[in-house]
């Protein structure tokens, strides 16, 4: 098997190779190819992930040309960032100097990440149509994955995945409070991207997913699983009220005001982190290159400060809560993504939550919605779990930031600016057509050189 990774510079890409090297004989995979269009970047953080895989039973090839990468290809994951940190830090710059949440894949940041992020993934997308091995999936790191899929179904390509790993944040969560491995996990999730509720966790489910011991919504009124997780970041009302377990991203809809005013207190925003981190640690690579244990000591020491930063806004200074990982708890993204490869790959089923068209699973939204819903997948593709009816609470926001999706698509589709500004007036984070002008051309001049003009 060949599995191609685009953006395979990026600093994401060496934290799948543990998994890669683990799951490797069982996909039968003898070709990994790392495409990035910055040849220095995909050296230092190629040869990191060559040095890392040891003698595992498959090659790391690098490469600045996608055709070379994807030809050929099984399974592809675009994990990229056009634009770069620099793009997400001028987002947030420009957010802020209109009173906005400044969130790369939430609301008017979001927006400004995926103008730039879905015209080169589309491209990438109808490359891999015309030269990968036929049937080839597409799975999509890249942020706002809901989004970024919802265009390029829209677009008509079919075969893409939109992957993030909060989807499955409750399955985690309860797997680390509990101490059991993930596997006997199973949750029931839905909503959108990075918008999505958790109603049902089940441990030790009949194979066919009935049946299991319920532990919702027990361990939601457990002040000490609470305290254990992200949902401490949420106010008790708002869980009482819910009975639901959050996607933590979320709090920036639930909690929107105390969460800007912390973020404009601080004198760095998180893609300046972020900008700061990655330019740190290339350096650090390019001092150490040849040296295996160094290479990977500076690459686990800024990911880990990175990590212990996220969100920090909303625990007060806290470090970011980690319990001790059980099984294949720390896969995150990897797990996500090669557990369905696998799936297809080897005829297997495989439960996770994906972001996909919604064909009846939800009742009130489209069929070719892109929600993020609990999936089964195997070797004749995916299929999204149906849940029916939600809370009407929770079904209007979904409804009102799909029509953000649905606008925000064809707005970059069309390179409409008339689009943009009524998507982003949608947006319940911004709610006003004046401001909502302002940010459009604010983010087209930013990024004229990668986005042009529109009209």
């Known amino acids: ?241 819910h009975k639901t377990f959050f996607n933590e991203y979320l709090h920036y809809f639930y909690h929107r005001d105390e969460v800007l005013a912390a973020l404009l207190q601080k004198t760095e925003t998180r893609g300046e982190e972020t900008l700061r981190l990655t330019h740190s640690l290339l350096d650090r690579l390019r001092s150490v290159q040849g040296d295996a244990e160094a290479s990977l000591a500076a690459y686990r020491d800024v990911m880990e400060v990175r990590s212990r930063s996220y969100m920090a806004h909303a625990r007060g200074g806290e470090d970011r809560v980690k319990m001790a990982p059980i099984g294949d708890d720390e896969e995150g993204y990897a797990a996500v993504a090669l557990g369905c490869v696998e799936a297809i790959q080897n005829h297997v089923s495989h439960y996770t939550g994906l972001n996909v068209p919604n064909q009846g699973a939800i009742d009130g939204m489209a069929e070719d919605d892109v929600i993020e819903i609990g999936c089964h997948i195997d070797e004749t593709g995916i299929r999204p779990e149906r849940v029916g009816t939600i809370p009407p609470d929770q079904l209007l926001l979904m409804q009102t930031v799909k029509r953000y999706e649905r606008l925000a698509s064809q707005a970059i589709l069309q390179r409409d600016r008339g689009l943009a500004v009524q998507a982003l007036t949608t947006h319940p984070l911004i709610g006003s057509y004046p401001l909502a002008e302002k940010l459009v051309d604010a983010f087209l001049a930013a990024h004229h050189d990668l986005v042009g003009d529109w009209h």
């Open 1 to 241: 098997m060949k599995l191609a990774i685009i953006g395979g510079g990026g600093v994401r890409t060496p934290r799948l190779m543990p998994s890669l090297v683990k799951r490797a004989a069982r996909l039968g995979l003898r070709e990994l190819w790392l495409m990035d269009n910055d040849a220095e970047k995909l050296n230092l953080i190629g040869g990191l992930c060559q040095q890392m895989i040891g003698d595992a039973p498959f090659e790391i090839r690098l490469t600045t040309d996608a055709r070379e990468a994807i030809s050929g290809a099984q399974h592809v994951i675009t994990s990229i960032r056009p634009g770069l940190e620099q793009g997400r830090a001028t987002d947030e710059r420009v957010c802020f100097s209109h009173g906005v949440l400044g969130q790369e894949t939430t609301g008017a940041a979001g927006f400004a990440m995926a103008m730039r992020s879905v015209p080169a993934i589309l491209d990438y997308a109808r490359m891999v149509n015309q030269i990968g091995a036929p049937s080839a999936w597409i799975y999509n790191f890249t942020n706002p994955a809901g989004l970024v899929a919802q265009a390029l179904h829209d677009a008509g390509v079919e075969r893409i995945i939109g992957i993030c790993d909060s989807a499955n944040g409750a399955q985690h969560a309860v797997s680390r409070f509990l101490g059991i491995p993930l596997q006997r996990v199973r949750h029931t999730v839905y909503g959108l991207n990075h918008l999505s509720w958790t109603n049902s966790v089940r441990v030790d489910p009949n194979p066919d997913g009935s049946g299991g011991e319920e532990v919702f919504p027990a361990l939601l009124s457990d002040e000490r699983f609470r305290q254990a997780t992200h949902m401490k970041m949420f106010a008790p009302g708002l869980i009482e009220w």
